[in-house]
């Protein structure tokens, strides 16, 4: 992510795919980004504006998204019920947007087979084998949502108690709200610790007002998002550290068991 300026004073920022695996699949990526922008440029949805798009690097020599700069900064430091309400206020107006014609594909499993395995460092083994059990039986029934399918504080903007920018939509999707709720809340859950999770969910779960599945009925997709963080969800970690959010590896995946024990026992 490269932050740029023009000689006029006029700031962008150009994503460029250098590294595998998204440079092979930039061109899908990198298009499905810009059109949603193109989507959410008319409605309350602070997303980037798209100015242009290199798929597969022929201008810029790798694939690339110029799109319009955001003011604010990420916000990994509160975790008061106030914030989570606005937290939870800005996924159900993304979960609102209805992209007519336009729908995205349909969202993807980040838990395949492959991945469910129970980690070495699982003080509960057992906690993921009931984990896998869960993903074995068939997806349930929803009524399909407009997904960011990334959203979580990473990728949210700030200014004071106001949201500026929601970033990073390469993989918007349609497919069930709780799988959007479900990946936000496994973040705060690491970060923050599974309490935090619940009070997210809380309040969205009463700003739906029930034009969504209840993704508290469900453990299905919160055990899916828990599981796509396997075999460590350490690579997370080093960027709150960077951003000076000191949280242990350690401390990471104990969270993130706590998390899924808590989830399993709904």
């Known amino acids: 992510m490269l932050s740029l300026q023009a000689d006029d004073g006029q700031c962008a920022v150009l994503r460029v795919m250098t590294r595998e695996p998204w440079r092979s699949h930039a061109a899908g990526l990198l298009a499905r980004e810009s059109e949603t922008q193109r989507q959410l440029l008319d409605t309350k949805i602070a997303a980037p504006m798209s100015l242009g798009v290199d798929p597969d690097g022929t201008l810029a020599g790798s694939p ?10 990420v916000e990994l430091t509160r975790a008061d019920p106030r914030f989570l309400q606005r937290l939870a206020r800005l996924l159900t107006d993304i979960h609102r947007h209805d992209p007519g014609s336009a729908r995205p594909r349909t969202y993807q499993s980040w838990a395949p087979p492959a991945k469910r395995v129970a980690p070495a460092w699982s003080q509960s083994p057992t906690l993921w084998e009931q984990a896998f059990e869960v993903l074995a039986r068939p997806a349930p029934p929803y009524q399909g949502t407009f997904l960011h399918r990334d959203f979580h504080l990473g990728n949210v903007l700030w200014q004071g108690e106001e949201v500026t920018g929601v970033v990073d939509w390469v993989e918007t999707s349609w497919g069930p709200a ?3 709720v479900a990946h936000c809340t496994t973040y705060l859950a690491m970060l923050h610790g599974p309490e935090t999770a619940e009070v997210f969910v809380s309040a969205y779960r009463d700003l739906a007002d029930g034009f969504q599945d209840d993704p508290g009925v469900q453990p299905y997709w919160q055990v ?8 460590d969800p350490t690579k997370v970690v080093q960027p709150w550290r960077e951003l000076g959010r000191q949280v242990s590896d350690r401390l990471a995946r104990t969270r993130l068991e706590q998390h899924l024990a808590a989830v399993l026992q709904h």
Request: hydrophobic share 50%; glycine share 14%.
């Open 64 to 73: 690339a998204h110029l799109m319009s700069w955001l003011p604010g900064a």
């Open 178 to 180: 709780g799988l959007d």
């Open 224 to 231: 899916m998002d828990i599981v796509g963080y396997l075999p």
